[in-house]
């Protein structure tokens, strides 16, 4: 009697998703050899066969998505890094922008690493410049956008410099990283409540004691 073997008995659409969870795996292998080497190493050092070495995916599957050394630089440069989070529903206060701050170290810790980002950022590799615009730039916009959303709905200062929020924010995140090995848990949270003065929308009709410039010279928060 013949049998079927096990895997073509799979419905196709099954046979499919299998497919595309081994060549996502193999996706983030490569994007992590690649990413170590150009940080540790410098861009130059990239090559098919230390990604090869460096990652575990035979040479022979790179070369079937990559016919070059180029090829593999730009393809990395353009790959999905980074799974955006739902933040459609976080609230427009503290605990939101905490919560914001968090889903941005996570996006960031997913791609390359906080630590990494100031690097990435300064350098003026060809390879590191589209780095930021398909991973740095999303997720600087993303949190942009719930700034704007906040101020939008009456949360948050109308008049809120929300690129200086942003700098001030990511900037502290990247300088933390890099003293204390990774950002501590708690440091979202921290930054929010520093930040929260100069956010906050005050009632109608108060002028109240709140910065009138929210780009005011501001006490770092380490």
């Not at 795996?25 to 990604?51: C, F, H, P, S, W």
């Not at 459609?88 to 905490?98: K, P």
């Not at 590191?128 to 993303?142: A, G």
């Not at 009456?154 to 929020?165: G, S, T």
């Amino acid at each position: 009697m013949t049998t079927t073997p096990p895997d073509q008995s799979l419905p196709s659409e099954g046979r499919e998703m299998g497919r595309q969870r081994v060549r996502s795996r193999t996706d983030r292998k490569l994007v992590d050899a690649t990413m170590r080497i150009a940080l540790q190493r410098g861009v130059d050092a990239v090559t098919i066969e230390e990604v090869s070495r460096i990652s575990g995916v035979a040479k022979t599957t790179i070369y079937r998505r990559f016919h070059n050394r180029q090829e593999l630089l730009d393809g990395i440069a353009h790959t999905e890094m980074v799974r955006p989070l739902d933040m459609s529903h976080t609230s427009f206060d503290v605990e939101g922008i905490a919560e914001r701050i968090h889903a941005a170290v996570q996006e960031f810790d997913e791609a390359f690493g906080v630590k990494a980002v100031g690097q990435v950022m300064s350098s003026d590799s060809g390879f590191f410049h589209s780095v930021v615009i398909n991973v740095l730039e999303p997720v600087r916009d993303r949190i942009a956008d719930y700034f704007k959303r906040g101020a939008q709905a009456h949360k948050f200062r109308p008049d809120l410099d929300v690129d200086f929020i942003l700098d001030l924010t990511l900037g502290g995140m990247v300088a933390t990283a890099a003293l204390h090995d990774g950002v501590p848990q708690e440091w979202p949270h921290r930054m929010a409540e520093f930040l929260w003065p100069h956010i906050e929308a005050l009632p109608q009709g108060n002028t109240g004691s709140q910065p009138t410039n929210p780009t005011q010279p501001l006490q770092t928060v380490a």
